[in-house]
């Protein structure tokens, strides 16, 4: 699937994570925030995975679909 353009990276998270929060909040006021949906998974009604996983690792989902989970290699 190809990257398209305007598509935020959506990132799915457990607001009440102390570690989760304050990395979100860096986000929302980097100078790329635009860049990102933030997801809390405490104020989402629906979430496209499990909780139990929210709960254990931050889901982000790419421009192109692409899911990543938990820590990633630099």
């Known amino acids: 699937m190809e990257e398209q ?8 998270y457990d607001g009440k994570c102390p570690m ?10 980097s100078s ?15 979430l496209p995975f499990k909780r139990e996983a929210v709960e254990k690792d931050i889901h982000v989902i790419g421009r192109d679909g692409q899911v990543y989970r938990g820590a990633m290699e630099s």
């Open 5 to 12: 353009a305007g598509e935020k990276i959506a990132v799915f």
């Open 32 to 46: 790329q925030c635009g860049e990102f949906d933030l997801h809390d998974m405490h104020a989402e009604k629906r």
């Open 20 to 29: 989760c929060a304050s990395l979100m909040r860096r986000v929302e006021h």
